[in-house]
């Protein structure tokens, strides 16, 4: 039988860099991530952007 949960999944630490003007350092990081987990967040998605060569300038 199906889980009685919703899993929440949250990915602002990796996309949320590919909005134009967002740079976060390390520490805004880590208190974003804190606060997710104060939040009661179940999965925090963290990496950085990374775009394909195929579509960078040259």
Do not use: H, W, Y
């Amino acid at each position: 039988m199906a889980q009685d949960k919703v899993f929440i999944f949250d990915t602002t630490l990796r996309d949320g860099e590919q909005v134009p003007g967002c740079k976060l350092n390390t520490e805004e990081k880590i208190k974003l991530a804190l606060e997710l987990e104060t939040l009661g967040v179940d999965i925090i998605e963290a990496g950085f952007p990374v775009s394909s060569p195929a579509i960078l300038p040259r």
